[in-house]
């Protein structure tokens, strides 16, 4: 089996294959594999064989990991819902219950941003002094 190409359809796909079609590496597919995210279909021989789905699969994981999901909330949203929740119904749950979470962290990143101000600004001569400053400014 050769690289695989923009609109060529093959039944099955080698692990290496879906690797360059999904720009993933290969041992993030096994990874995914190990976490039941993704399932091969077979082996033809040592290798991996997966079904060209896999391709979809892999872009949904990797769309749902760029926004903050984890591979449990991910695993959730390719199979925890009753097989009548369409996708628009999982994405919304998952999201509505991501969005506090997400609000949590995006309010830590703003306090480390203002220490990260009030450091770049200490003129302390020693850690010491800085630290006794700190400890007094409380």
Request: aromatic content about 6%; some cysteine; charged content about 35%.
């Amino acid at each position: 089996m050769g690289e695989l190409r923009v609109g060529e359809f093959r039944s099955e796909l080698r692990i290496g294959e879906v690797a360059r079609a999904s720009g993933l590496r290969a041992s993030a597919i096994r990874y995914y594999e190990e976490r039941g995210l993704v399932r091969p279909v077979g082996r033809h021989g040592n290798a991996r064989v997966y079904d060209p789905d896999v391709l979809d699969r892999l872009a949904v994981i990797e769309l749902a990991k760029s926004a903050g999901f984890s591979l449990g909330e991910i695993r959730k949203l390719l199979g925890g819902f009753a097989r009548r929740a369409g996708p628009g119904k999982r994405w919304r749950a998952l999201a509505e219950a991501k969005r506090p979470e997400l609000a949590q962290r995006i309010e830590e990143a703003r306090r480390m941003l203002d220490l990260l101000d009030t450091l770049v600004t200490c003129e302390c001569p020693t850690l010491e002094d800085c630290g006794r400053a700190l400890r007094e400014a409380g």
